[in-house]
């Protein structure tokens, strides 16, 4: 038991020592550690400085995307504009050229309407003094025959009503009237003066469309013509009521006209 006990001290030393030693190692391991840890939760530190510096590149290089396409989006609405400006210019042009052609053609038919202005002026005195002469020289005779032409005139109205004549003489006065138109048709175109109150007493014998041609014919003579036209193609009571309406309105006219007959 005596020699035994010096192993003991030995491995007991020897086991201190160990035990030194691995106290040692595991300071010096747990300084290792505490500086580990300080190095990584330094690298943390830098690799969220990191992430944050990414974040704003990243943010930047949105924002920076975001100008450019707005830039570009800009520079197409400038061309956008100047174009349009362009093609304003361009239509303001060619409406000054359209102005430019309306006011001559207007003028042009300014110049016209005076013209047919002083034409139906001169037409209107010429028919005047013509109707003034007739009056004073048959002024006279038509006192005489005034009340033979009227009885005549109401003759014809009732003849022109019926669709048969009852007589021979109505049928001559008819034929008279009617005769007395196609001989004399140019001379009455030519000297008729109350177009209006004879398309008047004719209206309700004809349609209104043929009244409103006679009166918006562009000139005097060319209202009588048309007069003339749709009574001609209207049949014998159209012609016998035109006959009694230049009775009532172009006395003298006819008065004339039937003593050259005679």
């Known amino acids: 038991m005596l020699k035994k006990a010096p192993n003991l001290e030995l491995q007991c030393q020897e ?9 040692r190692k595991l300071s010096a391991f ?9 190095k990584i939760g330094e690298l943390k530190r830098l690799l969220r400085e990191k992430e944050d510096i990414l974040r704003a590149k990243e943010e930047e290089i949105v924002r920076l995307k975001s100008n450019h396409s707005e830039y570009i989006r800009i520079e197409q609405l400038e061309n956008e504009v100047k174009s349009a400006k362009k093609f ?11 102005i430019g052609k309306m006011e001559k ?5 300014d110049k016209e309407i005076d013209k047919l202005k002083k034409e139906n002026q001169a037409l209107k005195s010429q028919n005047e003094k013509k109707r003034q002469s007739q009056a004073k020289t048959s002024s006279m005779r038509w006192s005489r025959k005034k009340h033979t032409k009227e009885e ?10 019926a669709e048969m004549p009852d007589g021979e003489a109505q049928g001559s006065e008819v034929h008279r009237g009617v005769q007395f138109l196609k001989k004399n048709r140019n001379r009455l175109i030519e000297n008729i003066v109350a177009v209006k109150p004879i398309a008047d007493d004719l209206l309700p014998f004809i349609k209104r469309h043929k009244y409103d041609r006679i009166l918006q014919a562009p000139n005097e003579y060319e209202q009588k013509r048309q ?8 049949g014998t009571k159209l012609q016998v009521e035109l006959y009694n ?15 050259q007959e005679q």
């Open 105 to 109: 053609i207007i003028q042009e038919k």
């Open 227 to 234: 007069l003339f036209d749709i009574t001609d193609k209207g």
């Open 30 to 38: 747990s300084v290792s550690l505490n500086s580990k840890d300080q």
């Open 152 to 161: 005549k005139s109401y003759e014809l109205s009732d003849m022109a009503s």
């Open 15 to 23: 086991l201190a020592e160990l035990v030194d030693g691995l106290k």
């Open 245 to 259: 309406s230049l009775l009532k309105h172009e006395k003298y006219l006819v008065d004339d006209l039937e003593k």
């Open 88 to 98: 304003q210019q361009k239509m303001e042009e060619e409406h000054q050229r359209q």
